[in-house]
């Protein structure tokens, strides 16, 4: 009985995957900055809108109030979640990088990552115009009533 045909394996020269550093320091940095953006206006925009609206003594709406609690903790505890968006972002990058097509899905998951990052920062601006500009309205209209 003969043995069906094996392809011999040469361990002596294995195949070479260049780790691809680009692909991995592009991730981290886009992780980083994207989650440094979304911090930014918490830590530097809404504190003075709440010290404004904090003179007008009328009732904030609850998005305005919600946005200032968060202001209030991004103030508190804004390097836990950068530093934690760090960790995460060099974790996936190298376990993704040491797979045999590392490059290739490192470069998708930096382009889904971008397209994530984006939709999160639209979604604040949204978030923060409305918010912010909310309080704004009710003061125009209540002074404006005789």
């Not at 946005?67 to 979640?81: E, T």
Request: glycine share 2%.
């Amino acid at each position: 009985m003969e043995s069906p045909h094996l392809p011999q394996l040469d361990y002596a020269s294995p195949e070479q995957h260049p780790f691809p550093f680009r692909w991995t320091i592009l991730l981290l940095t886009l992780w980083t900055v994207g989650i440094a953006l979304l911090i930014a206006p918490m830590v530097f925009v809404v504190p003075m809108f709440a010290a404004t609206f904090r003179d007008f003594a009328t009732t904030l709406p609850r998005a305005t109030l919600l946005l200032i609690i968060c202001s209030r903790w991004c103030i508190s505890y804004g390097l836990v979640p950068l530093l934690l968006t760090f960790v995460f972002a060099a974790s996936l990058a190298v376990i993704l990088a040491l797979r045999p097509d590392g490059a290739n899905v490192l470069r998708r998951t930096v382009t889904v990552s971008f397209a994530i990052l984006l939709g999160m920062l639209v979604i604040e601006v949204l978030f923060l115009v409305i918010a912010l500009f909310a309080p704004m309205l009710n003061l125009i209209q209540s002074v404006s009533k005789p």
